[in-house]
């Protein structure tokens, strides 16, 4: 008798380590096809956890002008109606609103000019209904409609539901009358109106997530939303995944006998400024005569292409020390060509384990330390120089994800430069408003993979 097939959609790397590295696909009955774009050496460290009996590569997917068009149009009049109904303009700060070239700039503002009138939810529904039918008389479209005809799977499973190309393929399943299935990848996607596919089923990290979706998002029936947890913190409960002491140390060239802050980096876009603030907690703690009692260990956001820090690791470099992700990278250097490898979860959980605390601007790496009941200080101040004029701390702290907080109590929070030996040296544990925040994002993780599984089963 032939099994059942599931199709795992991998349009990018991002969900390999959540999805493919945890227990969510390991020892399955079914048989599992990998539907995905990745270079052989992935491939070969996906399959020393999961059994994968077959792979597909997804199509080559070239966006048409008219579902160009529709999807801009769908996510900013999305982006005005979520700005409406939560009463929180930085919502808008997700649109780009300067464009470079003039062709660019000539596209965006007939979009920019045309979305205020398509600000009711019905009239954004009709839209979807246009791109939907425009997804379809993409060339792409027919050929996924025979790679499905031939693997015939009981269901398609999505790492993401950001990526462009996926609404397409779940348009082929859904006319087929194949299930869907996607998870929402990360804890503050959901305001930014980028979902590109339309699913059967709905896979969220807790209940707070659920109601996002049924507020953003109130055409998804109820029902066909399910809270499982995400599979990213599960592994913070195996004792197997931290590094033994003496190797982590002597890999990364820490002192045994000092204190680690940990300094974990964003993207670019998000904190411009990182370098000046590692700079900033360098020269802090080293005016302080600090050094010998602290060291800082710097991660840098895994889809930091930039040099930008290096100058300042150059200056510090006996009190700073990195442990860059582990990740595979392409020539394109393009942040959804990039995938981790297995060891880096080792390594951002012993990270995690051996420092004292993380400083960040407003990172989930909160979470990630909160595993171990670890303080996060947030930077909360300005530089006096910027990189980028308009950006401020003051706007991160704004978007709607973290509405979510139970008070400000959850995290420590460095409102000046002056602050920082007095933050950073705290001697604590997380507080108890981080440890109900938690609950809050991350609800029930530790079930996480099973609870995943058995929803895609069952559905």
């Known amino acids: 008798m032939e099994k059942d097939k599931i199709l795992l959609l991998f349009p990018d790397g991002v969900g390999i380590r959540n999805y493919l590295y945890s227990t969510v696909f390991k020892d399955m009955e079914e048989d599992l096809v990998l539907f995905h774009n990745f270079d052989p050496e ?16 997804i199509p080559a997917y070239k966006e048409s002008v008219k579902e160009k068009f529709l999807r801009e149009l769908i996510c900013l009049s999305r982006l005005y109606y979520n700005t409406q109904k939560v009463k929180n303009p930085s919502l808008l700060t997700n649109w780009n609103w300067s464009q470079k070239t003039f062709s660019k700039k000539f596209f965006y ?22 791109y939907q039918k425009a997804i379809r008389q993409n060339p792409f479209y027919d050929e996924v409609k025979e790679i499905l ?7 398609v499973f999505c790492s ?50 659920k109601k996002e979706l049924e507020l953003y998002y109130p055409e998804i029936p109820s029902e066909n939303i399910h809270i499982t947890g995400t599979s990213q913190f599960e592994f913070y409960e195996d004792e197997k995944n931290i590094i033994n002491k003496e190797t982590f140390f002597k890999t990364y060239n820490l002192d045994l ?23 900033d907690m ?23 292409f930039s040099g930008r820090y290096e100058s300042v690791i150059s200056k510090y470099s006996d009190l700073i020390k990195e442990a860059a992700p582990l990740w595979y990278f392409n020539t394109a250097n393009e942040w959804n060509t990039v995938y981790p490898s297995i060891e880096d979860v080792k390594l951002l959980i012993s990270t995690a384990f051996y420092s004292d605390i993380v400083v960040n601007v407003g990172s989930t790496m909160a979470f ?18 910027k990189n980028i004029k308009e950006w401020s701390v003051k706007t991160i702290y704004q978007f709607q994800h973290f509405k979510s ?5 959850v995290v420590i929070w460095l409102n000046h430069k002056d602050e920082i030996v007095e933050k950073l040296t705290l001697q604590k544990n997380c507080s108890t408003a981080m440890m109900e925040w938690k609950k809050i994002v991350l609800e029930d993780y530790k079930n996480a993979s099973m609870k995943i599984r058995e929803t895609i089963k069952a559905n």
Request: hydrophobic letters at 40%; one cysteine or more.
């Open 257 to 279: 006998n000092k204190k680690i802050i940990c300094f974990s980096g964003d993207d670019t876009k998000t904190s411009p400024d990182d370098p000046a603030y590692l700079n």
């Open 109 to 130: 503002k007939l979009m920019e000019t045309t979305a205020p009138f398509f600000r009711k939810y019905s009239t954004i529904l009709k839209l979807e209904e246009k």
């Open 42 to 57: 992935t491939v070969n460290a996906i399959k020393t956890n999961v059994d994968i009996d077959d792979e597909i590569t």
């Open 160 to 209: 993401h539901q950001r990526a462009l190309k996926v609404a397409g393929i779940f348009a082929v399943a859904a006319d087929l009358g194949i299930k869907t299935a996607t998870v929402i990848y990360s804890w503050d996607n959901l305001p930014k109106a980028r979902m590109a596919l339309r699913a059967d089923h709905y896979l969220v990290w807790s209940d707070y997530m």
């Open 282 to 304: 360098a020269e802090e703690l080293t005016k302080a005569n600090l050094q010998d009692e602290y060291q800082i260990l710097f991660r840098r956001c895994p889809v930091d």
């Open 149 to 155: 005809e031939k693997v015939k799977p009981k269901v």
């Open 405 to 409: 907080m139970p008070d400000k109590e």
């Open 368 to 385: 990630d330390f909160a595993m171990f009941n670890k303080p996060c200080v947030f930077i909360n101040y300005d530089q006096p120089v």
